[in-house]
C-alpha cells in the first residue's frame, strides 16, 4: 500500500471534513453551510491529508498562534483535527503525517508546536511533552459561600452577545499574554469560533449567556456560560460555565460569586480551569468545590534554541543541557542555556558536557513552568548532576500556571 501526504484541493475540502468527522467516530453532515463554517473555522493551506489512491485516509491540521510562554510570546503551530480512519489504523500514517507537520512548522520558523490530545499516550513518541493540567471543578450554589474577607469591588453586567462581540475580545487582549499556553485571538477567531454557537452544539442548554464585571466604567472580566435547564418538582438547574477571564483575582472571584449566586440553579460546573484556581481559597469550604486534575496542553519543541532564548526565568544562572529527541535526532544535542540577573536568556549548541540530560518529550513538559523539574526528575525522565537540576527546578518555574482557555 502506498500512502501519499498531500494538501487537499480545495475541491476536496468536502471529502477531508468526512475524514475528519469520522475519524473521530461522529456523523458527517456536508451541507454547504456546514462547509462554509469549516473553511473559516480553519487555515486550508496548513491541512494535510493521507491518501490511499483517490480515498483520503488520514487527516492533519494546523493553526498559526502566536502563543504566550513565561515572559513572551512565540509562533506556534497548533496541531488539530488528526485522525486515522480504523480501516487504516497501525500503518505508518500518523508518523507520516506527523513528520510532514513539524518539517512544515519548523521551515515557517515556528520553535513550538501545541496540541491537546485525544488519547495521552499518542503524542509522546513524537516528542510532545504534557506542559499544563487543567481541572474540571464543580460546586454546589449553596455550599458557594465566600469568606468575609474577600472584596469584589464593582458590578457584573449580563449583557447581550452584540455588545459582547464589542467589549469582550479587548479584555482577553490584556490578559492572555500573562498565561503561559494561553494564545491571541484574531478577529476571524472570534467571530467564527469562539462566539459560534449552534444548537446542535448545546447539549440541552441555553444559548450562550455573557457577563463582565465592571468597575468604575472599567470592564475587568467576563464570562460566558450557559444554564442547563431541569425544573422536576423543583428547580434543579446547572449552571454550566465555559470560560472566565479577568484582569486581576478580584475580577475573577466576583464573576464566580455572581455565578454561585444565579437563582434557581444548585451546583455549577467548568470542565477547563486552571490548576492554581483560587476559588476554593476564597471559600468558606474548601473541599465543596470538587476537582479533578487531568492533562491540559501538549508542547512539542522544534527549535530548542529558539525557544528556550525566548521565555524568561526566575533566577539567572548558567546550565548546560543535554536533550535526546529520538523522532527529529537533528535536534538532539548539548544546549547551553545563560540566564542573566533579569531572567532574560540566551542558547545555543555546545560541545561541552551536558549537566542535566532529558527527552525531548521531557523538555516540552517543563517549558511553560507548570511541570516541576525535580517531579519529573524523581520519576526518573531526567538525570544529571543534583546542583544543576536544583538550579534548572528554580529557573523554569514560573508564578502562573500554564493554562489553555480552550480546545482547538
Same mark, same amino acid.
Given at each position: 500500500?502506498?500512502? %501519499? ?5 480545495? @475541491? ?5 471534513? @468526512? ?35 483517490? %480515498? ?13 510562554? =513565561?515572559?513572551?510570546?512565540? =509562533?506556534? /503551530? ?7 480512519? *480504523?480501516? +487504516? ?6 508518523? /507520516? ?6 518539517? %512544515? ?7 513550538? /508546536? ?12 513524537? #516528542? ?19 469568606? =468575609?474577607?474577600?472584596? /469584589? ?15 469582550? *475580545? ?13 494564545? #491571541? &485571538?484574531?478577529? *476571524? ?6 462566539? &459560534? ?13 455573557? $457577563? ?20 422536576? !418538582?423543583?428547580?434543579?438547574?446547572? $449552571? ?22 444565579? %437563582? ?15 476559588? !476554593?481559597?476564597?471559600? $468558606?469550604? +474548601? &473541599? ?5 486534575? @487531568? ?20 533566577? *539567572? ?15 538532539? #544535542? ?34 511553560? #513552568?507548570?511541570?516541576?523539574? +525535580? ?26 500556571? !500554564? ?6
Amino acid at each position: 500500500m502506498s500512502i %501519499d501526504v498531500r494538501v487537499p484541493s480545495e @475541491t476536496e475540502i468536502a471529502a477531508f471534513r @468526512t475524514a475528519v468527522v469520522e475519524g473521530f467516530s461522529d456523523e458527517a453532515k456536508n451541507d454547504p453551510e456546514r462547509i462554509d463554517r469549516f473553511r473559516k473555522a480553519f487555515e486550508l493551506d496548513r491541512f494535510l491529508a493521507a491518501y490511499d489512491g483517490d %480515498d483520503i485516509v488520514g487527516t492533519f491540521g494546523a493553526f498559526s498562534f502566536d502563543m504566550a510562554v =513565561p515572559g513572551g510570546t512565540l =509562533p506556534t /503551530a497548533g496541531t488539530t483535527i488528526v485522525t486515522v480512519l *480504523p480501516t +487504516h489504523r497501525r500503518q505508518g500514517i500518523l508518523t /507520516a503525517m506527523m513528520d510532514r507537520h513539524l518539517s %512544515d512548522a519548523a521551515e515557517k520558523g515556528e520553535p513550538l /508546536a501545541a496540541l491537546w490530545a485525544s488519547e495521552s499516550s499518542i503524542y509522546g513518541r513524537f #516528542g510532545y511533552g504534557m506542559a499544563s493540567y487543567m481541572n474540571d471543578v464543580s460546586i454546589e450554589s449553596d455550599r458557594g459561600a465566600f469568606r =468575609p474577607t474577600v472584596e /469584589a469591588p464593582g458590578r457584573v453586567r449580563l449583557i447581550a452577545v452584540d455588545e459582547a462581540k464589542q467589549v469582550i *475580545p479587548p479584555i482577553y487582549e490584556r490578559v492572555w499574554r500573562e498565561r503561559p499556553g494561553s494564545f #491571541g &485571538r484574531p478577529g *476571524p477567531w472570534w467571530e467564527d469560533r469562539w462566539f &459560534r454557537d449552534d444548537p446542535e452544539d448545546r447539549g440541552g442548554a441555553t444559548a450562550w449567556k455573557y $457577563v463582565v464585571h465592571d468597575v468604575e466604567g472599567e470592564y475587568k472580566g467576563y464570562a460566558r456560560y450557559r444554564v442547563k435547564l431541569d425544573w422536576g !418538582p423543583f428547580p434543579n438547574n446547572e $449552571v454550566k460555565l465555559g470560560e472566565i477571564q479577568g484582569v486581576d483575582a478580584a475580577s475573577r472571584l466576583a464573576l464566580w460569586r455572581y455565578l454561585l449566586d444565579i %437563582d434557581l440553579a444548585v451546583k455549577v460546573t467548568c470542565w477547563n480551569q486552571p490548576a492554581d484556581l483560587e476559588v !476554593p481559597w476564597a471559600l $468558606v469550604e +474548601h &473541599r465543596r468545590m470538587g476537582q479533578r486534575r @487531568t492533562d491540559g496542553l501538549w508542547v512539542r519543541i522544534l527549535d530548542v534554541e529558539k525557544a528556550l532564548a525566548g521565555r524568561s526565568y526566575r533566577v *539567572p544562572g548558567s546550565l548546560v543541557l543535554g536533550v535526546k529527541d529520538d523522532f527529529r535526532p537533528e535536534t538532539s #544535542g548539548a544546549y547551553r542555556l545563560e540566564i542573566d540577573q533579569s531572567g532574560a536568556a540566551t542558547c545555543s549548541r555546545t560541545d561541552d558536557a551536558a549537566q542535566i540530560f532529558m527527552s525531548m518529550e521531557t523538555l516540552g513538559s517543563v517549558y511553560f #513552568g507548570g511541570i516541576p523539574v +525535580h517531579e519529573l526528575t524523581n520519576a526518573g525522565l531526567i538525570s544529571g548532576d543534583r546542583t544543576a537540576t536544583d538550579l534548572a527546578d528554580l529557573a523554569f518555574g514560573w508564578g502562573v500556571s !500554564p493554562f489553555c482557555p480552550e480546545i482547538f
